[in-house]
């Protein structure tokens, strides 16, 4: 079922799959949300990462000992900020998202195969086409890394 971007009603409260792939530019193996819920505006939402064994990365990082890569659990984070940001925008047609700043990163447990993974965004700051969110990625409700984010709307 294809959604038209135009047709949405601005309160999007929730984002499955489908509606992710329409508002982010990413596709396997570099999208790290399955879905956002609980969008309250481009304020706060919380991505959903269903983490898997037959991801890629897990051939290299590491062999034995699977674990979700940091750096990939801080594009989660920005991948849910840039569905929020867009969510916001709605009424326009979907445009680029960019990474903008990544500051406060801390890596607190590792993610298994298997973990669920909910990036909690919340914004910190708004200004033009910028947003700044501050991020939580938990498991089963404890802090696995956190971060502040910074994430630019463009035309381009």
Request: glycine share 8%.
């Amino acid at each position: 079922m294809r959604i038209d971007m135009d047709d949405v009603v601005t309160k999007l409260e929730a984002a499955d799959i489908t509606v992710v792939l329409q508002m982010l530019p990413h596709r396997y193996p570099f999208l790290m949300v399955d879905r956002v819920i609980g969008i309250r505006a481009d304020e706060f939402g919380i991505g959903i990462k269903n983490v898997t064994i037959n991801e890629p990365h897990f051939q290299g990082h590491f062999p034995g000992n699977p674990v979700f890569p940091g750096v990939l659990m801080i594009e989660g984070m920005a991948q849910t900020a840039g569905v929020l940001c867009i969510s916001e925008t709605m009424s326009e047609k979907p445009k680029q998202v960019f990474f903008l700043t990544i500051d406060k990163a801390k890596f607190r447990k590792p993610v298994l195969p298997g973990d669920t993974i909910e990036y909690h965004m919340t914004r910190t700051a708004r200004r033009k086409n910028m947003w700044w969110y501050r991020g939580e990625a938990k498991v089963n409700g404890a802090v696995v890394a956190e971060a502040e984010l910074g994430a630019m709307i463009s035309d381009r």
